[in-house]
Structures are given as structure tokens and as C-alpha cells.
């Protein structure tokens, strides 16, 4: 089991930047893809963006070419990278690590869940 804790949420305006972090505990983070999704009022969980333990990404078609992820398996960290904000891209955000390695972007697949961070982005 992973136990995951995100930090960085936060207020911003559009065409702002943030940058969520995500700690991690337990001995399989170094093997788990790890990603992030994200819930708006009202909307259900939407996949965001995940990365393997050897650096491979896929991300949302909502979010490419603004948001970057990467992970650092010394720190057992995860970080999303959030650039050009819109106030679309408000919602909480959740980091979850994968069950397998390899890259997965369905909710189901991921078997541990942090408890979540706001981020709201005002126009």
C-alpha cells in the first residue's frame, strides 16, 4: 500500500502557474505509475496526467502543452507542473498511485488516493 499527501494547491489567476506536489510512503512508490486527477463541483473525476516509474507520461487532451509531470524516486515525490491556468481547471486534484507500472489513465486502476488539494483559478 502507498500512502500519498498533496501540497501546492492554492488560488491564482488565469494565465497563472502552480505547482502540486505529492509525497509518498511505501515500498512499492518506487515501482507504481502515479498520477493525478482531478474533481469539480458537481463533475465526476477526470484523469489528468500519469507517469511510469522509467518517465513515460500521458496527459489529458484538456491539458497538454500546459501541464508537465515528473516524479523523483530518491524523494518519492511526484510534482505536477501547471502553466497557463484557466479557470476551467479549477477543482480539487488527487494524486493516486497505479496498481501496475505501465501507463494507465482509468480511475480503477489506481489503488491508493491522497486526500486531495484545491486549486481554484479566478478569471
Known amino acids: 500500500q502507498v500512502q500519498l499527501v498533496e501540497s501546492g494547491g492554492g488560488l491564482v489567476q488565469a494565465g497563472g502557474s502552480l505547482r502540486l506536489s505529492c509525497a509518498a510512503s511505501g515500498r512499492t512508490f518506487s515501482t507504481n505509475a502515479l498520477g493525478w486527477f482531478r474533481q469539480a463541483p458537481g463533475k465526476e473525476r477526470e484523469f489528468v496526467s500519469v507517469?511510469?516509474?522509467?518517465?513515460?507520461?500521458a496527459f489529458a487532451d484538456s491539458v497538454k502543452g500546459r501541464f508537465t509531470i515528473s516524479r523523483d524516486n530518491v524523494k518519492m515525490t511526484v510534482y505536477l507542473q501547471m502553466n497557463s491556468l484557466k479557470p476551467e481547471d479549477t477543482a480539487i486534484y488527487y494524486c493516486?498511485?497505479?496498481?501496475?507500472?505501465?501507463?494507465?489513465?482509468?480511475?480503477?486502476?489506481?489503488?491508493?488516493w491522497g486526500q486531495g488539494t484545491q486549486v481554484t483559478v479566478s478569471s
Open positions: 493516486a498511485a497505479a496498481r501496475d507500472p505501465g501507463v494507465v489513465v482509468t480511475a480503477t486502476s489506481f489503488a491508493s
Open positions: 507517469i511510469t516509474w522509467y518517465g513515460v507520461t
